[in-house]
């Protein structure tokens, strides 16, 4: 600037400055000398801006304010740099300078200058507004204001202003037609089959590792939703089913909050008392020679055994080409015995699955009786090659099995090479779950819990509604479920088939919406159908959900609502889909760094966590 360093703060004086003869000029012989920059907290500050800037503050000089602005404005120092106070009045004000002008002008880059706190006043030109309502502003920002407030900031400077604005979690997108929502006025009505699987998320994280993206059509939002325990609370004494409702704004994008919809069941379910007619159909064919393969299943029927009592019974079928009958109504307390007949069991030829289905309904209908459990659980890879392999024809067995009242389940084992479309497609029908067997998990208490569940269900046939309110809710979307939604009217139709839940299990949903600001009364209402097992009585409850004005960031608001709409936002943008491509996986990265120490150390979540990571890499190549 022409002018020698000032000396360290504090040991300047005021009288050793003078002001730029540029302004000197501007300002005529009025200016001239008879103001000096002031000094504040101990430093020398001159006022370097565009033209038009310096023009105003050498006509407000000129009346003996220019302490009193240098104040008021947060001036930028000697070496040009610029108070945070000013930044942040510059991107909340939406300041007419060009951010960008200015900086260039600098000799210097910006930096951490701290003058003032918030709450100053906007008529001398400062924001009112406290820091975390700016970043509040800043997020709910339309698309053109948020860009040219993220054009503003400087490369460099103040980190945690300028940091806010760059970081990818508050880069948040127009909404765009393909994001397929729903308007609330036309259709206020959403209705689905609560499906709890984790099946789609096991199968993604096997594919991330091998270094592959995985297959789009294998992506199910909800069974990466549903593959964590959010440690939802269980219902009261009296209660059958506890919900829990939480909401946050959208991490990607604009005028959207995500909302969280839990359903978890009580601890009661099938009692020692109730009979288990339990047939298992396992694949012996050529694929499942593979030593990991034949160790699974192994471990998983151990598993089972354990959860026998000695009213159960057990029938094991085999199956490869054709099907065979290997044990019948074996006593729950020697269940143990048929781990040892498996391991002996050679493999062999091609995979028939219709035949096996076939064998496994004829058993367990011949056991069928009042207050008796009955349930068929298929152990394959899902290999199909022999027999009639169409899925939909296979779901049409199932189906005929549930109006029987047998229930169905389906254990995938290994997600290498796993027919997936069939087995989902035939857990769908029936009224039981998919699960996947893969490599050591198969033997960890994550799935002896699935398992003592399906053998423990508390609910049938359960449904949840939400009723959202028009005149609150603009445009919203269930984050999956594709496969399991349910029209309106099915609801109360008990005729119509839903999913089961297990004893004190939980059940979890995702929502974008569209929150309307200026709407009336509450978000909407949850409502919940379903069979208690425990009765046999149709359950109906409902909640309502509110409105919160003041919805929190992801990054701050719980843990759970934080880990659902990670996972979420993961399967969208593997999937590929239009809310995937609004997805950045970094901000997804940072989004669960913020997770409590008593989540983040838990396996599944250090696993998202990893694919999160895997998923970048990949995207980068």
């Not at 930044?87 to 260039?104: F, I, W």
């Not at 593997?574 to 990265?589: C, F, N």
Request: with cysteine; aromatic share 6%.
């Amino acid at each position: 600037l022409g002018q020698s360093a000032p000396a360290k703060p504090g040991s300047a004086s005021v009288e050793s400055f003078d002001l730029p003869m540029e302004m000197k000029n501007e300002a005529g012989e009025a200016a001239a000398g008879e103001k000096k920059l002031a000094e504040i907290d101990g430093e020398v500050y001159r006022f370097i801006a565009p033209e038009t800037q310096r023009k105003q503050l050498v006509d407000q000089t000129s009346e003996g304010r220019a302490e009193e602005v240098l104040k008021q404005q947060s001036m930028t120092d000697y070496f040009g740099r610029q108070s945070e106070t000013q930044l942040e009045a510059q991107l909340s004000l939406g300041d007419q300078t060009d951010q960008k002008e200015r900086v260039n002008e600098f000799e210097s880059e910006p930096e951490v200058d701290r003058l003032a706190g918030d709450g100053l006043d906007r008529k001398k030109g400062r924001s009112t507004r406290s820091r975390e309502t700016w970043e509040k502003d800043f997020v709910e920002a339309d698309f053109e204001k948020q860009d040219a407030w993220m054009d503003q900031a400087p490369q460099s400077g103040p980190e945690d202003i300028v940091d806010l604005a760059k970081k990818p979690k508050y880069k948040r997108e127009a909404p765009s037609a393909g994001l397929n929502e729903t308007n609330a006025a036309t259709e206020s009505f959403s209705t689905f089959s609560l499906h709890v699987s984790d099946v789609s998320f096991k199968l993604a994280a096997a594919a991330l590792a091998r270094g592959e993206w995985p297959e789009a059509a294998k992506i199910r939002i909800e069974e990466f939703v549903n593959a964590f325990d959010y440690g939802d609370p269980l219902p009261g004494t009296h209660e059958k089913v506890a919900c829990v409702v939480e909401q946050a704004i959208h991490p990607f994008l604009q005028q959207r909050n995500v909302l969280r919809v839990s359903m978890r069941t009580s601890a009661e379910g099938r009692s020692a008392s109730t009979p288990l007619r339990l047939t298992l159909v396992l694949d012996n064919s050529g694929s499942m020679e593979r030593i990991d393969r034949q160790q699974a299943v192994q471990r998983a029927l151990s598993l089972l055994a354990q959860q026998l009592s000695p009213n159960d019974q057990v029938t094991l079928i085999s199956f490869a080409r054709q099907p065979r009958l290997l044990a019948e109504n074996v006593a729950g307390q020697d269940a143990a015995k048929l781990v040892e007949l498996i391991a002996r069991l050679p493999s062999e030829g091609g995979t028939n699955i219709e035949a096996a289905l076939k064998l496994a309904f004829e058993k367990a209908a011949a056991q069928q009786s009042p207050g008796v459990q009955n349930r068929i659980v298929l152990l394959t890879d899902g290999a199909v090659n022999l027999g009639n392999a169409n899925p939909e024809s296979l779901s049409r067995m199932v189906e005929t099995m549930r109006t029987s009242g047998i229930a169905f389940d389906a254990a995938g084992i290994s997600a290498e090479g796993l027919n997936d479309e069939v087995l989902e497609a035939l857990t769908r029908k029936g009224d039981g779950r998919y699960y996947l067997l893969d490599g050591e998990e198969s033997s960890g208490g994550r799935f002896a819990q699935q398992i003592a569940g399906a053998l423990r269900p508390s609910a049938s046939n359960v449904k949840v509604q939400i009723e959202f309110n028009p005149k609150r809710v603009g445009q919203y979307k269930l984050l999956g479920f594709e496969k399991h939604i349910l029209q309106q009217e099915d609801f109360r139709n008990d005729a119509v088939d839903a999913a089961e839940l297990a004893a004190a299990e939980a059940g979890v949903a995702l929502y974008q919406f569209e929150a309307k600001p200026d709407g009336e009364g509450d978000v909407g209402t949850v409502s919940v159908r379903f069979r208690d097992l425990t009765t046999g009585e149709m359950v109906e409850q409902r909640w309502p959900i509110p409105y919160e004005a003041n919805a929190l960031r992801p990054d701050q608001a719980t843990d759970s609502i934080r880990l659902a709409t990670a996972a979420a936002m993961l399967a969208a943008r593997l999937r590929g889909e239009a809310l995937g491509e609004t997805v950045d996986l970094k901000a997804l990265s940072e989004l669960m760094a913020g997770l409590s120490e008593q989540q983040a150390y838990d396996p599944r979540v250090q696993q998202l966590k990893l694919m999160i990571e895997q998923a970048r890499q990949l995207n980068q190549q």
